[in-house]
């Protein structure tokens, strides 16, 4: 799922306030999208983001249950990826 999202783009959200995300500059009632395709690939979060590396989970001190948005591409919430909690039980 992380490499290949079902849906590549999320739902667009619109942006209640001027807002500045990183460098860029969001004016209100902007309509973003969210491309969960490039954040399943970014080398700033994943390393090796095309190699298969289960053991990359082991020792990772993200919480996907918390705020830590690098998981987004499995879901969240009630809608989080069914999967991952049997993943984690087998690691563990």
Do not use: T
Not at 49 to 71: C, G, N, T
Request: proline fraction near 8%; charge should be positive; glycine fraction near 6%.
């Amino acid at each position: 799922m992380r490499l290949h999202p079902a849906v590549p783009l999320l739902l667009p959200h619109k942006a209640q306030h001027d807002i500045q995300v990183l460098s860029f500059n969001v004016p209100k009632n902007s309509q973003v999208f969210v491309n969960a395709w490039s954040m399943g690939r970014d080398p700033q979060y994943w390393g090796k983001s095309l190699e298969f590396l289960p053991e990359r989970f082991i020792e990772s001190s993200v919480d996907y249950k918390d705020r830590d948005f690098e998981f987004i591409s499995f879901g969240a919430g009630r809608r989080i990826c069914l999967g991952m909690p049997l993943a984690i039980r087998m690691v563990n």
